[in-house]
């Protein structure tokens, strides 16, 4: 297939992707819709295919409306928030301090300044939870309150480009909170220790997602794992975060239709990489307890085909026999680069468990991680996406592939 037919491939697959399923936010019906796309697709190119069930919540956001003396501020309902109709005293917390001081009993606490600086990590969040996010955390479930409003900025790194970002956004923590802009909350600080009335809408609706692998090649001899995850925020299209990653599977899948090596090749399309739990995530690590040691590498996907500037290839603890294909591989590609390291990403599973990684991205969305505004908006759609660079990744990858 040349490159004229895999850009109308790529085209074709991602407007499926971000256009007529119009979300896949783990556990929804979309996600699931998804996720039977890829696995069939799969199918087609003759990979044989596995999926994995898990258990997962979706939730409805019927919007919040938060009332303090004669003014009406603007909230967002926190994802996975319960919902909640609270008439009390509003009292206020702008450090860990404060709130390990403070009686919130029965009272709506108000979240501002440096406590409310960063999006917490959710409670069983295992890859990256600070102690102090557990220590507020710990104390907000304790301390009586009725509910919780958070105002907010920026926090590009943990929550996307979105303004403002949930501060809390966790199926498992259970006191009701909406979250506002600083300059609202500004205006709202007016308010401590006075009588307001929130009124939120948000039900969480059970569901299931799954994982989806599709493998060719012989076992035994070690494997290449190339991950990419399949979900994505809700109300975000989900483009470069990350039908782009899926695509590019998708893509490698087809050149690679016919492989029959020694090594055996796993593509997986994660299910939860957005999700406060990342379910998909920890099902595919048990499955592979006792298995990471045959992992030859691991190749992730996320980020990538953004129209400005190069593709990038991260390296993370690769022997050099695999870093000096893939740096060879990389000269071949002229919109292809070596990109700096980060942290967030499924890559990072696989350093946790001592295999070597590659993350491929875009160049801009990695120089730019901590204060873009596009993940997690609708910023994030199709128009943002070159698919000739979608398919010189594919490309690339099928050569350092076949290369090993």
């Known amino acids: 297939m040349n490159s004229i037919d895999l850009n109308e491939k790529c085209r074709k697959w991602l407007k499926t992707l971000c256009v007529d399923i119009k979300e896949r936010t783990t556990g929804s019906q979309g996600n699931r819709d998804a996720t039977r796309f890829f696995r069939e697709q799969l199918e087609v190119l003759g990979w044989e295919t596995e999926s994995q069930g898990f258990e997962a919540v979706d939730w409805i956001d019927g919007g919040a409306t938060l009332h303090a003396g004669n003014k009406e501020f603007e909230v967002l309902v926190s994802p996975w928030s319960n919902g909640c109709s609270v008439r009390a005293v509003l009292e206020s917390a702008s450090s860990i301090g404060e709130l390990e001081n403070g009686d919130f009993k029965g009272k709506v606490i108000f979240l501002h300044g440096e406590i409310a600086g960063e999006q917490l990590m959710p409670k069983n969040f295992v890859f990256y939870n600070p102690e102090s996010h557990q220590r507020i955390i710990s104390l907000l479930e304790g301390s009586g309150a009725r509910a919780i409003i958070c105002a907010t900025g920026r926090n590009a790194a943990l929550a996307g480009g979105v303004y403002p970002f949930p501060l809390i956004e966790d199926g498992d923590f259970n006191v009701p909170s909406v979250y506002m802009t600083e300059e609202e909350g500004r205006q709202l600080s007016a308010f401590t220790g006075m009588e307001v ?59 690679m239709k016919d492989y029959s090596g020694e090594k055996l090749i796993e593509i997986v399309a994660f299910n ?119 398919v010189e990744l594919a490309a690339a990858l099928s050569d350092l592939i076949i290369k090993m």
């Open 197 to 255: 009335m929130l009124n939120s809408v948000s039900e969480r609706v059970p569901g299931k997602g799954y994982n989806v692998t599709g493998s060719k090649g012989q076992p035994g001899n070690g494997r290449i794992v190339i991950t990419a995850h399949i979900d994505s925020k809700k109300g975000s299209p989900g483009a470069i975060d990350n039908a782009t990653g899926v695509v590019v599977l998708l893509l490698l899948a087809r050149l």
């Open 272 to 390: 939860g990489e957005d999700y406060y739990s990342v379910p998909g995530q920890m099902l595919w690590i048990k499955a592979n307890q006792g298995k990471f040691e045959n992992i030859l590498f691991n190749i992730n996907i996320d980020g990538a085909g953004f129209k400005e500037g190069k593709s990038a290839f991260s390296f993370y603890d690769l022997p050099d026999s695999i870093r000096n294909i893939a740096t060879r591989v990389i000269e071949k590609y002229p919109g292809i680069t070596e990109g700096k390291l980060w942290p967030q990403g499924d890559h990072s599973i696989f350093l946790q468990y001592g295999r070597p990684a590659i993350a491929v991205s875009s160049e801009w969305f990695i120089k730019n991680i901590d204060n873009q505004d596009i993940t997690h908006t609708p910023k994030d759609n199709i128009g943002i996406v070159d698919c000739n660079k979608l």
